[in-house]
Structures are given as C-alpha cells and as structure tokens.
C-alpha cells in the first residue's frame, strides 16, 4: 500500500512584517490564560480547501484542478481577531480579512466542483476566508479569551500577497506539524 499525504491546498504568508504582528497577537491572546495552542508563525496559511490523506496518484489530479482556477495575484488585508464556532465554545482563534476575500472566494467556488468530481466530501465547514493562529485546547478561561476578542480584537496585520496557489504537505510530528510544498500554481502577472 502505498504512502497517503495528508494534503492542503492554500495561499503561504510569505511577509515578514505580517508575521510579526501575528506573533505579537498570540502573546496578547495567550495573556487571557485560555488553554490555547499557538500555531507556530511559519506554518500560518490562507486555507482554501483542507484534502486530508490522499495517494500518491491523486497529486497530479488535485494538481491538475488546480491549474483551472483562474486568478491574477492579488492582496489580502488581514485585519480582525474572532473565535470559531462561537463565542461560548472557541476551539480555533482566527485573524481575519477584508480586501481579497471575494478573490478567495472566487477560487474556492472554481476549485470546489473539481475537488468534489475527484471523489473528496464535501468542506463539511464550508469556506470562511480566516488564518488560524491558535487552536483552544480546553475551556480554561473562555470568558477572558471572548472579552479580549470582543473588545480588543480589532487589530490590523498588514497586507499580504497571493501569489501562488500551493498544494501542501503536512507531516504531523510531536513538536506539531511541518507544512512543505508538493505543487504549485502561480499565474502571471500582467503589470509589473
């Protein structure tokens, strides 16, 4: 039997600046004494479509979906602190966005039908345009954790580019994971 992958499709934050301010906001989060997880800076990413384990063989296939999607790059505000499902029962604390959600929005609905005609369930969460900076381990000061993302919440992180559309790799270790790149689609841009 051959090795799965366990297997993303998103956009990388490949700013450095953005990154720092993400970091900085996990500090503040973390203060609220909520049982939180970080997600490590490197790894935050713009989801557009979570696989799971897939074959080998069904690389090219998801690979070949994704150069049907039709995009130019473009920018995403990342701005906002929030908490899914709700309020009273956080399990993940996202940074969310503003301009470039209709951009992600679009390339989720070209890519979904696709994904779906290779044999994938359906995104049983549907698409919410987020970054995940935190997961919640346990209720442990959920009160605290809403009040700080009620109030406080309205940061802004810097603009990011997307620029190449990434199908990933996550090999989950101990330590937690580590995302690499198996392929990518990166259209051209008409101005320079």
Request: proline share 6%; glycine share 6%; net charge positive.
């Amino acid at each position: 039997m051959s090795e799965q992958i366990r297997s993303f499709i998103a956009f990388d934050l490949e700013n450095e600046q953005v990154l720092s301010r993400l970091a900085d906001a996990q500090k503040l989060v973390l203060e609220t004494g909520a049982d939180l997880r970080p997600v490590a800076p490197q790894n935050i990413h713009v989801t557009i479509r979570f696989l799971g384990d897939i074959s080998p063989g069904m690389v090219e296939k998801v690979f070949e979906s994704m150069k049907n999607v039709k995009f130019t790059p473009f920018t995403i505000l990342i701005r906002g602190l929030g908490v899914f499902p709700s309020l009273n029962y956080p399990r993940v604390v996202w940074a969310g966005m503003t301009d470039g959600v209709e951009q992600l929005k679009s390339i989720f609905s070209q890519l979904e039908p696709q994904i779906r005609a290779l044999g994938f369930p359906k995104d049983a969460y549907g698409f919410s345009p987020h970054l995940t900076i935190a997961r919640v381990r346990s209720a442990t000061n959920k009160e605290r954790l809403a009040e700080f993302v009620t109030k406080k919440g309205d940061f802004e992180f810097g603009i990011i580019k997307a620029n190449c559309l990434r199908l990933k790799r996550s090999q989950l270790s101990p330590k937690g994971p580590t995302y690499s790149t198996i392929k990518e689609v990166c259209p051209e841009t008409t101005t320079k």
